[in-house]
């Protein structure tokens, strides 16, 4: 398709989906019982709210099946001709998408050097959790969401494997693997976290919740596998070493990790004769999503092998410029990472941040997601330099910072040669990922013939997506993994 065909091809897609909306966004009611919005948005829940689950709806109580508080107005699957039909509630309320400015055309670069398939070097079996336990941890996490019973009992492993860095060096990689106990075979499930911070003490897999709860990781992977998924969930590259740095928001390397530690739990249940399927689904909330798309977008070069199925956003933030225009919260993270990995010839703390954020920034960084909200707050006029903060309103950081917008768009991820099926999960409320940055996510794929089903959940902030949409989420793969249709909102452009 020539450059003036995608041109007509993307104006007639917008005017499409400005005018029919409602015909192809799968949408849930509003719930009175949902989460209020934070006054203050942050990376996982922590400082501006309470460092624990929102109290349930009601009181639980398990029947046969699962939860019994379920929301009554959720809309249901229906099976009509056997295709799932997405039931729409008659008095859902729809937004038309604003006409929005040309994605950046940098191609996305990827170093075609990758790792064995047999890449896990140790493997150490911590726990066992029962599925009394198990539940425990899915009702600490979903608090009063919905969501279904354990099914298997749990142990918890922790391995190491070989992965990539910059340059094709190669460093050890770290991961949680929460594998399900009985006949299987299992479905993989990659789990890649949300922000928690680029030094080293913070680690997703060093989260203690009863500490600090960056998103309360246990809980939403226990609950998986729980359901019979074998979940690993790796740190990010830079973590786990006390020299390193965790470059944020650098595509290759978190797609790297993200790739190689599913040839791990491969590995890992040859070793220990765990039966898995020959599909894995990749999900991964906020950061995670822009990790999980990033690896697909070079899974045909580096890890062409993996029978992956599907990926699973929540509240994905897969757009560079629209972290650090949305979030000055996380902004000086990425720019003391690109810092450090690209040179300050491309991004200069001293051009890009207030003087005294640039200067305390080589301390400052240390600290975990958590802080970082008070510390440094949401108002990006009191955060970054002018002249960035005045390029990020006007959407002019190409001319003005062209270096550091060459970097920040070779890092935007979901663009690659790639066409799983992809469910995008969004809150309706959320201010870290406002939806029209996930509705753009929507078009892009739809543009790109990816098969994608778009969910906004009404009255639904960033930090609560995944808990509000487990069943849905289970749902969605079922229907995948059966060979099924499944509500596919590109099918009407």
Not at 27 to 44: G, K, R, V, W, Y
Not at 200 to 226: I, K, L, M, Q, T
Not at 310 to 325: E, W
Request: hydrophobic share 35%.
């Amino acid at each position: 398709m020539d450059t003036s065909s995608q041109t007509n091809y993307k104006a007639i897609l917008i005017g499409a989906m400005s005018i029919g909306i409602a015909s192809i966004f799968y949408f849930l009611p509003t719930d009175n019982n949902a989460s209020p919005e934070i006054n203050q948005p942050i990376e996982n829940q922590v400082s501006a709210e309470s460092e624990t689950m929102p109290e349930p709806a009601g009181n639980l109580t398990f029947n046969s099946e699962s939860i019994a508080s379920e929301d009554s107005n959720q809309p249901q699957l229906e099976v009509e001709d056997d295709r799932i039909i997405p039931a729409v509630p008659e008095d859902s309320e729809f937004r038309a998408i604003e006409i929005i400015a040309e994605e950046p055309s940098v191609e996305t670069v990827s170093n075609n050097s990758r790792t064995s398939d047999v890449v896990l070097l140790s493997s150490k079996k911590l726990e066992t959790f029962n599925v009394a336990q198990v539940d425990t941890f899915a009702r600490r996490f979903y608090g009063g969401y919905p969501y279904e019973r354990a099914k298997n009992s749990v142990e918890k492993w922790e391995i190491t494997f070989n992965t990539k860095h910059e340059n094709n060096e190669d460093i050890t990689g770290n991961a949680l693997v929460y594998m399900p106990i009985g006949d299987g075979p299992f479905p993989i499930l990659g789990s890649a976290a949300g922000t928690t911070g680029i030094d080293d003490a913070c680690a997703p897999s060093r989260e203690n919740v009863n500490v600090s709860n960056w998103g309360d990781y246990e809980g939403y992977h226990a609950a998986f596998a729980g359901q019979g998924y074998a979940v690993v969930f790796p740190d990010y590259s830079g973590f786990n070493d006390t020299d390193g740095l965790h470059h944020y928001f650098v595509a290759d390397l978190q797609a790297k990790v993200v790739l190689d530690s599913l040839k791990a739990i491969r590995n890992l249940a040859a070793q220990i004769n765990i039966p898995l399927q020959e599909k894995i689904y990749l999900s991964g909330y906020s950061q995670g999503a822009h990790s999980i798309l990033a690896a697909a977008d070079i899974y045909k070069t580096y890890a062409p092998n993996l029978p992956i199925a599907g990926l699973i956003t929540y509240g994905a933030a897969n757009h560079t410029v629209d972290l650090l225009k949305f979030n000055s919260n996380l902004g000086p993270y990425l720019i003391y990472a690109y810092q450090d990995l690209y040179g300050k010839e491309v991004a200069d703390a001293d051009k890009l941040l207030l003087p005294r954020f640039a200067r305390s920034l080589i301390t400052d960084h240390k600290q975990c997601v958590g802080k970082v909200g008070n510390f440094y707050g949401y108002d990006g006029s009191k955060v970054y330099s002018p002249e960035l903060w005045n390029s990020l309103s006007n959407g002019t950081v190409a001319t003005d910072f062209p270096q550091f917008y060459e970097a920040l768009a070779r890092n935007i991820s979901g663009y690659g040669d790639w066409n799983f099926p992809t469910l995008i999960l969004q809150g309706a409320t959320d201010r870290i990922t406002p939806p029209e940055q996930n509705r753009r996510l929507l078009e892009r794929l739809c543009v790109d013939q990816k098969p994608t089903t778009y969910r906004e959940l009404a009255s639904t902030s960033h930090v609560y997506t995944r808990q509000r949409s487990f069943k849905d989420t289970l749902t969605w793969i079922d229907a995948v993994n059966s060979g099924e249709n499944f509500p596919n909102s590109c099918a009407t452009l």
